[in-house]
């Protein structure tokens, strides 16, 4: 199956209803976006800073019909969607089919429509945009995508609440200071770490994005932070996971590994993104340590959360072709 492309409803026209998760000053706020097909035009939209309402959703439809001509023969929405049951009946309303399809397919479509939302919109597919149209492998689409969670999936703090209630609040703010940091601007990292604490406090996440940009330069300062995560989240999984890649890196394997099991118990089973980086470490610590069943074993896994990850298959490649040949 390829994405959708406009030209695929030339004969057979359909509305798209997608959802963009757009950030004002006040928070996350949703648009749901009615699209006509093939024009490409966005037919009409309802917004909402919670999640969409049946009477949301009816009233989405209806506008839809006023501002229409024709009916279109169907109507498409991404699957998985917290909205979805609910605009599944306003469809049976207006006796049309309803086809749900994964977000991934389409990409092409929405594109053109998160381009125009500019810097107030961040999303999986805004971020590395540029990757997504210069490389058309599906593989990396999905990697791309799975690299942010979906709003209503549980947050990769660990926190327990859903990613649109926790940590999505200052996912600019992070991005930004992970960006400058990178790029050794430490003072204006500092800044966003700042701006996030005032959006939402010193949760755990922050603290631990705090200790990165720290990690660059005071790295006493920058364990006290660690340390400062975990006493407000001691499940904190990118806490154990930094923990993990420090032991790692002073020769202590055993603990390594002991830290990656921990951050792979506490992250969400959907951050399929982080689940692959820890299982991704945690099989070279155990190669390091000469354990090379685990090793096998924990590479595979990795694969298994991410299998367009060419990092790990490289790993094991290499492994199996040092077992042939040692
Ligand atoms: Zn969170």
Redesign the pocket.
Known sequence: MKPYQFDDFNKNSAWLVFRLDSQIADGPIDFYMVMDLPSGDIVTFETTETVLTQSQANKLFKEAKIKSVNLPNRIIIASGDPAEPLLRKATDKLGLDFETIASVYLEDLIAPIKQSFGEHFYSPSSIGHSHVRENTDELDRECLKKMIPDSYDP???A?G?K?KF??KKVFAEIMEAMVAAEEGDYTTALKWIDKAKSVVGE?A?VICRESIVYSYFDGKKSNDLLAQCLSINPNHPRAHYLIGLMLKESGDIEGAVTAYQTAIRHYPPTDVFHLNEVYNNLGSAFYAGDNIEEAKSAWEKALLYLPSDKTTRRNLAEFIHSRRTG
């Open positions: 947050c990769p703090c926190s609440k990613y926790c940590c949760t996440e």
